[in-house]
């Protein structure tokens, strides 16, 4: 449990550093498991070894019979197809394989790309409303269960939540993921128009993680129809700062047919209202 290293030579091993592990060397052993959770390495040889760690930095191999050397996602081609209601509003969950998941809100008429982390492919394999668990939507936040493919987990979808809990770690660690919103200005005939600023509208300050120190809103835009974007900076608010203004300025011209903007928010709002552009008029 926790060790911070485990040095092991022609042994027969149930079990080796079962939790955060620091290193594991293995020599001419039998190992059933050697790291299940996170370590920083295992480095092993002439080993028959069922499973090398569940999830670590770094895994050397040498002579080694590896029946697992990681636990994770596979890969799947097929679409899946789920639903389920909050707020009012019903959704409509389609997987692309294992490239996207993308998110229909039958009340808006808008789709949306869900994902975990920093990619777009969510977590969230199925789900449904739990119609018996209102009860608990109280502590966890809505009545929506959902399963993980990745791990075989089980979450509570929680729309307050600024973090994920961790895959393997639960929610003793809270990961980061972004909230990106695309919205566009058009601009008709062949005269440029002036962009004076640009300000960002949403909940600012109302972050649910009081012992994170800050979060940012960053701005890019794009001229060539979303073939590249040019990063405008990032604004930090700090916790239980609301009356930060998320203004950028400056931004030169806007030409036929428009400009795209791209608000990225990391933990920093809980909602996005929308983006006002000063064009002089």
Do not use: H, M
């Given at each position: 449990m926790a060790a911070t290293t485990t040095d092991?030579?022609?042994?027969?091993t149930l079990g080796t550093g079962e939790y955060n592990g620091g290193s594991l060397l293995a020599t001419q052993a039998y190992v059933l498991a050697a790291a299940i959770w996170p370590a920083e390495a295992v480095s092993v040889s002439q080993l028959y070894k069922l499973a090398a760690a569940a999830s670590s930095n770094t895994i050397t191999n040498?002579?080694?019979?590896?029946?697992a050397a990681c636990l994770g996602r596979t890969e799947d081609p097929r679409v899946r197809a789920?639903?389920?209601?909050?707020?009012g509003h019903d959704f409509y969950?389609?997987?692309?394989?294992s490239e996207e998941t993308i998110v229909f809100d039958v009340s808006t008429g808008q789709w949306s790309t869900f994902g975990s982390?920093?990619?777009?492919?969510?977590?969230a394999f199925n789900g449904q409303n739990w119609l018996g668990a209102d009860?608990?939507?109280?502590?966890?936040?809505?009545?929506?269960?959902?399963?993980d493919d990745g791990n075989g987990s089980l979450y509570f979808l929680d729309p307050d939540e600024d973090f994920d809990d961790d895959p393997l770690l639960g929610s003793e660690v809270q990961r980061e993921f972004e909230r990106v919103a695309?919205?566009?200005?058009?601009?008709?005939?062949?005269?440029a128009q002036r962009c004076f600023g640009a300000t960002v509208l949403g909940s600012i300050g109302t972050q649910a993680e009081e012992d994170i120190p800050s979060r940012t809103v960053t701005l890019s835009m794009s001229d060539d129809v979303g073939r590249s974007y040019t990063d405008l900076g990032n604004i930090i608010i700090p916790y239980d700062e609301?009356?930060?203004r998320l203004n950028w300025r400056s931004l030169g011209s806007i030409r036929y047919p428009g400009r795209l903007f791209k608000v990225v928010d990391i933990g920093a709002l809980r909602r996005i209202d929308g983006l006002e552009v000063e064009d002089g008029s």
């Open positions: 092991v030579s022609q042994v027969f040498s002579q080694t019979y590896v029946l789920w639903t389920y209601t909050l707020d969950v389609l997987r692309l394989g982390g920093y990619g777009p492919l969510w977590r009860g608990l939507a109280g502590t966890y936040g809505s009545n929506i269960i959902v399963g695309i919205g566009q200005v058009l601009a008709k005939g062949y005269d609301y009356y930060t």
